[in-house]
């Protein structure tokens, strides 16, 4: 299947609606005409550099999977040729970073950036507007954009410990957000239910805390039946090393997470010493927030979070490491000896301040090793660590907060950005954890809160999209949850502040979800069904 979209070649001057691209660029003019792929045309790039190469590899596969055509050759070059797509990296271009300028005339393509970034997102949006004719040839019309991202953190979360997920589901799922010019990948990978990562220093964590005996059937607020099979998987530190770079030829950041103090049930189970009772304890097999959290008291906790860390640490080139940080109830704390020792010698007033004390060792730790913390917002409860970023779920209270103390902030409110709520009508949609978040409700998101001075708006990074698997049992479930909301959230981290065309979106959406359709992405049409 490849795409075929124009009906004519009429040679009057295209609308700037002509070019459905999606996020939507800073600006674009077209013009009348096309230019014409043919046998001849050259692939030029003027720089060796690596990630030149990845932007020009994109471009190969994209045309390749798309329209079922080859590049004809590519050659180093460096300056331009006629019948070309030139890839130019200039480091003295005056453009905003990660952004690209994208010229097609009778000539040929031209698509310059002063980063490989940029280079990369110019081939993205190149292939949304290129066409296959009626005589079967690929065209591009005459036009010329400039382009580049309203915000530096435009994410996509994916949680594989709820269900876990195939190591090539996962590259599929990094190469679909690159195709929207999304650039961080949030991999979640250590829960109650699972823990995902390869640690050669504590190999029980997969040998015992990848595996989970049973997992409930239903939906966890009324359900106590089980399944009765176990569910496990994980990814070795090969696995992980070959999606980082995978990640990085797309213009992808992966961000791990490993979750502490709370949600740690899978790594008390491997190793009960971690845990203020030593257990026994199981890894989950329902949802939920269990009070069995990491010993804040214990000298050994800290020694396994940072042993875990260090390994992460080689794995992950990531500016930030998110160290989770959420639901992390108190009650065994308070009862538990080690932590209220902890909390007297510490001078520490209460079970939120002895949260606060463990974040702030860790984030020391890695800042120790030139890494940022990042949490979730529970992390501002008792004190925010000095240097920590935070992820603002619990509405945008927190990102509000901790912007006006002048740290950097993630926007992720369940109420917009939680891509396991409903999309459509509950009836006639798979199983999910509950809410509702169509997609237009996604579109209208303003990731910078109205109560900020324009001083403390500059902290918010961007936004991002979370995708908790409690309920998406395999990968076409997965596909089905996130697309075509993601599009909408690509939009709304990338595009400018404007008053945005719900209507229009969609218009330019159809063309992507032919797109969706070669890449057989099992996206939910949800949108399109009148009454939805």
Known sequence: MTLS?????????????????????????????FFTLNSQTAVIFNSSAK??????????????????????????????????????????LKIKREGYLLNIDKRGVVIESNTPEGLFYGVQSLVQIADKSENNTIIFPYCSIEDYPRFSWRGLHLDVCRHFMPKEFVKSYIDYMSLHKFNIFHFHLTEDQGWRAEIKRYPLLTEVGSIRSKTLIGHGRSSDKYDDTPHGGFYTQ??????????????????????????????????????????????????????????????????????????????????????????CPKSKWEVCPHCQERMRAEGLKDEHELQSYFIKRVESFLNKRGRKLIGWDEILEGGLAPNAAVMSWRGEEGGIAAAKQSHFVVMTPGSHCYLDHYQGNKESEPLAIGGYTPLEKIYSYEPVPASLLPDESIFIMGAQGNVWTEYMKDPKHVEYMVYPRAAALAEVVWSPLKERDYQGFLSRLKRL?????????????SAFIKGE
């Not at 009906?7 to 005409?33: F, M, Q, W």
């Not at 979800?513 to 099992?522: P, Q, R, S, T, V």
Request: aromatic content about 10%.
């Open 238 to 327: 090969e696995d992980l090393k070959e999606i980082v770079e995978y990640a990085a030829a797309r213009s992808v950041i992966v961000v791990p997470e490993i979750e502490m103090p709370g949600h740690a049930l899978a790594a008390l189970a491997s190793y009960p010493h971690l845990g203020c009772t030593g257990g026994p304890y199981e890894v989950a097999a329902r949802w939920g927030v269990f009070h069995d959290v990491m010993c804040a008291g214990r000298e050994s906790t800290f020694e396994f979070v940072e042993g875990v860390l260090d390994e992460i640490l080689d794995i992950f080139p990531s500016e930030y490491i998110h160290i989770g940080g959420d639901e």
């Open 51 to 92: 990630r030149v190469s990845d932007a020009k590899e994109s471009l190969r596969e994209r045309l390749s999977k798309i329209f079922g055509v080859e590049v004809a050759f590519e050659k180093y070059n460096r300056r331009r040729v006629g019948n070309s797509i030139f890839l130019k990296l200039d480091t003295t």
């Open 513 to 525: 979800l032919k797109i969706y359709d070669i890449y057989d992405i099992n996206y939910s049409q």
């Open 5 to 33: 979209i124009v009906t004519s070649l009429s040679c009057k001057t295209p609308s700037h609606n002509r070019l459905k691209i999606i996020p939507e660029p800073v600006k674009a003019d077209t013009y009348e005409g």
